[in-house]
Nanobody, 127 residues
Framework: QVQLVESGGGLVQAGGSLRLSCTAS????????MGWFRQAPGKEREFVAT????????YYADSVKGRFTVARDNAKNTGYLQMHSLKPEDTAVYYC????????????????????WGQGTQVTVSS
């Protein structure tokens, strides 16, 4: 298993930007596809974005497409979620997750696909 720690959350005004980081330890991060999920108060956790371990394939939820960008730097064992044009409805706890994959181009978007999860970081967007 790989251990994950998110950082970079905070309070931002609508229209602003934030970059979340997900730092991995314990295993070779480069063998894990990575996903980002979020959970707003009173709602179920939902998929946000995912990236293959090669970084060559990405996939986004429709609600964030064109505003969020997922990336990774395997040399630094770190994944990123760059968020632009933030809206109040983006307010949530954001989680990163990792899925071991033997296929460099594999990407995953179901919670059940991921075996390792971070503790989450709060993002609050004020109107």
């Amino acid at each position: 298993q790989v251990q994950l720690v998110e950082s970079g959350g905070g309070l931002v005004q609508a229209g602003g930007s934030l970059r979340l980081s997900c730092t991995a330890s314990g295993r070779t991060f480069g063998s894990y596809a990575m996903g980002w999920f979020r959970q707003a108060p009173g709602k179920e956790r939902e998929f946000v974005a995912t990236i293959s371990w090669s970084g060559g394939r990405t996939y986004y939820a429709d609600s964030v497409k064109g505003r969020f960008t997922v990336a990774r730097d395997n040399a630094k064992n770190t994944g990123y979620l760059q968020m632009h044009s933030l809206k109040p409805e983006d307010t949530a706890v954001y989680y990163c997750a990792a899925h071991y994959s033997s296929y460099s181009g594999g990407y995953y978007y179901r919670e059940s696909d991921f075996s390792s999860w971070g503790q989450g970081t709060q993002v609050t967007v004020s109107s």
